[in-house]
């Protein structure tokens, strides 16, 4: 590590002899910059080798190293030198040496350093990357109580963003010079730019010439004199002054011979847009049904209706069975000729009537013939007898329901069995004809 060092500092005195002060020294800037202070890795260097902590893989890891901000100045010294200063904080627990006899604190204390240096660039600035040398002498401040001085030597890589704005990406190490200091490693990154604006060189304009009389021309060639040519650099005819037949409406269509001249049209319609016969905002070339309004996702077309029953299949619930609008375009039963109040029971029980057996014959072929439809059965009492009795009853004559049509071949997922007691009486109560009403299943399209 002390060959490096003596090294990059034999270097910055040989480019120091040779270089020449121009035009394209850095002027003063100031800059930002974020850095990580690396202790880890220079003691491991120094108790074993590169070649070891390169092979074990020991590099301190980033997020072991210790985050810091600070100031930069720059100020060119020639074209190939400049001077540094650097001015950072950060905080951080110091690994003081063991000979310096000052213990290592408990907790994250402030440490803030300057440094003053020289950078020998191996380019200069008008390159877009610059790589340089740099060696400078530093003071450092910890906690509030601990000063001590090392010195920086390094190298950085300089980034020309344009405008004089550079970015720094620098590595450094700092040896130990006093007791209260300690070598370690400082990786930067920073951008600084010009403080003061650039001086432009007042420039006096020279004396316009004389005048010179120039005749009177035609530019453009259209036979019209530039002092009589509104355009005179594009030909025209004298009906527009001198100037091309004007396209009002930028269709590239001239409004000679544009049928809508104030319209952005197509050449194909004679400058005019491309018709929409049935008014729908979508034109009739891309329009599958040009003559009747419709929407864009079915391609200008009206909402389908598949089984033809005035309800469109986006709000069909039963959109390939012709229904009823009433009934969200689902059938309904009674347009198959089924009776529901035919499907009765016997009082006080879930025992099917003969009569009742029948319909649900009617209803068994229909639902065979109709495979996509699905059935609600609601079961319903008289009022005799206790509604929690009532209420079990009911579901087992919409359950008596749900089995007969299964033995009909009617599959059991297609049907709901729901019991509601002596609920929504459809017959007064208080006559034999009421209760036998009363005592029914009512049957629903499922939609």
Not at 364 to 383: M, Q, R, S
């Amino acid at each position: 590590m002390k060959k490096i060092i003596l090294s990059l500092i034999a270097v910055c005195l040989v480019a120091m002899s040779f270089s020449q002060t121009t035009s394209l020294k850095k002027r003063p800037s100031l800059g930002v910059n974020f850095f990580l202070k690396d202790f880890a890795t220079p003691d491991k260097l120094g108790s074993t080798s590169l070649g070891i902590v390169l092979r074990d893989g020991s590099w301190n890891k980033v997020k072991n190293m210790s985050p810091g901000f600070g100031l930069q100045y720059f100020n060119g010294l020639t074209d190939n030198i400049d001077f540094m200063a650097n001015l950072g904080g950060s905080f951080l627990r110091y690994p003081f040496v063991y000979a310096s006899g000052i213990t290592t604190p408990n907790s994250d204390k402030f440490l803030l350093e300057t440094d003053a240096n020289v950078n020998v660039k191996l380019l200069t600035d008008n390159y877009f990357l610059v790589p340089y040398v740099s060696v400078g002498a530093g003071l450092s401040m910890y906690g509030g109580n601990y000063f001590a001085a090392y010195i920086p030597v390094g190298t950085g890589l300089q980034f020309n963003l344009g405008d004089e704005t550079f970015v720094h990406l620098q590595w450094s190490y700092h040896l130990k010079v006093t007791d209260a200091s300690n070598y370690n490693f400082h990786y930067s990154l920073g951008i600084a730019s010009p403080i003061f604006d650039k001086k432009v060189p007042v420039v006096v304009a020279p004396p316009p010439p004389p005048p010179v009389v120039v005749k009177p021309k035609d530019t453009d060639g259209d036979g019209i004199p530039d002092d009589q040519d509104k355009c005179p650099t594009v030909p025209g005819i004298a009906k527009y002054k001198g100037c091309p037949i004007p396209d009002t409406d930028g269709d590239g269509i001239n409004d000679e011979n544009d049928k809508c001249p104030t319209v952005k049209g197509v050449a194909r319609y004679q400058g005019c847009p491309i018709p929409d016969t049935d008014k729908d905002g979508i034109n009739d070339e891309e329009d599958k049904c040009p003559t009747v309004p419709g929407v864009a996702r079915y391609q200008g077309c009206p909402i389908p209706d598949t089984d033809g029953d005035g309800v469109n299949d986006e709000e069909d619930k039963c959109p390939t069975e012709k229904g009823t609008v009433a009934n969200h375009g689902c059938p309904e039963l009674k347009d198959f000729n089924f009776k529901a109040e035919n499907v009765q029971f016997l009082t006080g029980s879930a025992v099917l009537t003969k009569v009742a057996s029948q319909e649900l014959d009617k209803l068994a072929k229909i639902l065979g013939e109709h495979p996509t439809l699905n059935v609600l059965v609601d079961g319903y009492t008289d009022n005799s007898g206790k509604a929690d009795k009532n209420k079990i009853l009911s579901q087992k004559r919409a359950d008596a329901v749900k089995a007969y049509l299964v033995k009909k071949a009617v599959v059991a997922d297609r049907l709901t069995a729901t019991g509601f007691g002596d609920a929504n009486p459809i017959g007064d109560n208080k006559t034999p004809k009421g209760k036998a009403a009363n005592r029914r299943v009512e049957f629903k399209i499922k939609q």
